[in-house]
Antibody, heavy 118, light 106 residues
Framework: QVQLKESGPGLVQPSRTLSLTCTVS????????VNWVRQPPGKGLEWIAA???????DYNSALKSRLSISRDTSKSQVLLKMNSLQTEDTAMYFC????????????WGQGVMVTVSS | DIQMTQSPASLSASLGETVTIECRAS??????LAWYQQKPGKSPQLLIY???SLHTGVPSRFSGSGSGTQYSLKINSLQSEDVASYFC????????FGGGTKLELK
């Protein structure tokens, strides 16, 4: 069955770089797109970035200068890097799949909590 | 960027009641609209896509409607398991979410 699982450091110091991994199973990264979405505690959802089946990428314009998304198809992993972290980047980070039929998100991972603090 | 305005921000309803949540886009999104349900401590789950298509496995008491800039999610015969937050999302031009609606039991 389709599964996505996020992993990451949990705690990151301000100004440092965050590296997150989304490991997928039950589908191929060469056939489906994968997105990153974040949610600060008690707040709403914000789309961050996407990588598509052909390898092309899209970024949230407000965060673009700080982001890099890539993938390792041999490991079924999507990687997100965000630099210059600030306390306002504290959030739950989710990865989510886009289906073949549209750009919505049909399956989500459980999320990984990232706290930015010294 | 397309802005999504969702209302109400919170809602209290009784079991068996019909509930409606609204979402307004800042410009026409041509039915590129999805609805998600998020229970506390869990990830969002897709309910509706393309404004009115029910995702696999979602109970038929959930329905979506609308066009242009105005969309709504309706829950018929509210059940206890429907207590959650609900978010709309436009995917016509990149991706933005509404602010969410927290649904509680009265």
């Amino acid at each position: 069955q389709v599964q996505l699982k996020e992993s990451g450091p949990g705690l990151v110091q301000p100004s440092r770089t965050l590296s997150l991994t989304c490991t997928v199973s039950g589908f191929s990264l060469t056939s489906y797109g994968v997105n990153w979405v974040r949610q600060p505690p008690g707040k709403g959802l914000e789309w961050i970035a996407a990588i598509w089946s052909g390898g092309s990428t899209d970024y949230n314009s407000a965060l673009k200068s700080r982001l890099s998304i890539s993938r390792d198809t041999s490991k079924s992993q999507v990687l997100l890097k965000m630099n210059s972290l600030q306390t306002e980047d504290t959030a739950m980070y989710f990865c989510a799949r886009s289906p073949l039929t549209g750009d919505y998100f049909d399956y989500w991972g459980q999320g990984v909590m990232v706290t930015v603090s010294s | 960027d397309i802005q999504m305005t969702q209302s109400p921000a919170s809602l209290s309803a009784s079991l068996g009641e019909t509930v409606t949540i609204e979402c307004r886009a800042s410009e026409d999104i041509y039915n590129g609209l999805a609805w998600y349900q998020q229970k506390p401590g869990k990830s969002p789950q897709l309910l509706i896509y393309n404004a009115n298509s029910l995702h696999t496995g979602v109970p038929s008491r959930f329905s979506g409607s609308g066009s242009g800039t105005q969309y709504s999610l309706k829950i018929n015969s509210l059940q206890s398991e429907d207590v959650a937050s609900y978010f709309c999302q436009q995917y016509y031009d990149y991706w933005t979410f509404g602010g969410g609606t927290k649904l509680e039991l009265k």
